[in-house]
Nanobody, 126 residues
Framework: QVQLVESGGGSVQAGGSLRLSCVAS????????MGWFRQAPGKGREGVAS????????YYIDSVKGRFTVSQDRSKATLYLEMDSLKQEDTAMYYC???????????????????WGQGTQVTVSS
């Protein structure tokens, strides 16, 4: 089992930037995909970005392409999400997730991941 702890959330004005971090502990070598999800009040959990940990292949939803960057530092067992040009609609609780499976075509689905962090809040104001 892998434990995940997110940090880096906060409040920022529209157009600003934030960097989220997710530190993994446990059997990290078993992880194949790590991803970031978000959930706004009254909405379902949405896959934002993911990375195949063995090759750095990255995946994004259309609404964040060009603004968000997912990356990893395997030596620190840490996943990052650099968020630039933030918009009010990016406001949500952001979760880190990890899986030992290979969800090539379903990286965006919460059901593809079995390990989750507790979440970090991101609030973007006008």
């Amino acid at each position: 089992q892998v434990q995940l702890v997110e940090s880096g959330g906060g409040s920022v004005q529209a157009g600003g930037s934030l960097r989220l971090s997710c530190v993994a502990s446990g059997y990290f070598d078993s992880i194949n995909f790590m991803g970031w999800f978000r959930q706004a009040p009254g909405k379902g959990r949405e896959g934002v970005a993911s990375i195949y940990t063995h090759s750095d292949n990255t995946y994004y939803i259309d609404s964040v392409k060009g603004r968000f960057t997912v990356s990893q530092d395997r030596s620190k067992a840490t996943l990052y999400l650099e968020m630039d040009s933030l918009k009010q609609e990016d406001t949500a609780m952001y979760y880190c997730a990890a899986t030992s499976s290979l969800p090539w075509n379903r990286w965006y689905s919460e059901y593809s991941y079995e390990n989750w962090g507790q979440g970090t809040q991101v609030t973007v104001s006008s």
